[in-house]
Nanobody, 120 residues
């Protein structure tokens, strides 16, 4: 069974920075696209950024120029560097991975989520 575990959330002032990490663990798996999504209170979950195995990144318009997604394949880890944070970035951030694993095949996996709060 593959698991995704996020870390790095917290409380930050407007204009500040945070770095989220998400590590995949398990056995006999291969990761293709990884990404970050977020869900604010009362809103639907939305895409923040994705990074395929070929490293062509994709960002929501609302975070372009402020957030950077990257991955470290040797560690099965994806990162989200968030700069110039705004109150509207407040949400629970979820890691997502499209992962192939043994007899299970290919499916989407989600992390448990990490809270990011931007407030003065």
């Amino acid at each position: 069974q593959v698991q995704l575990v996020e870390s790095g959330g917290g409380l930050v002032q407007p204009g500040g920075s945070l770095r989220l990490s998400c590590a995949a663990s398990g056995s006999n798996f291969r990761i293709s696209t990884m990404g970050w999504y977020r869900q604010a209170p009362g809103k639907q979950r939305e895409l923040v950024a994705t990074i395929p195995s070929g490293n062509n990144t994709n960002y929501a318009d609302s975070v372009k120029g402020r957030f950077t997604i990257s991955r470290e394949n040797a560690k099965n880890t994806v990162y989200l560097q968030m700069n110039s944070l705004k109150p509207e970035d407040t949400a629970v951030y979820y890691c997502n991975g499209l992962i192939s694993s043994g007899s299970i095949g290919t499916r989407n996996y989600w992390g448990q989520g990490t809270q990011v709060t931007v407030s003065s």
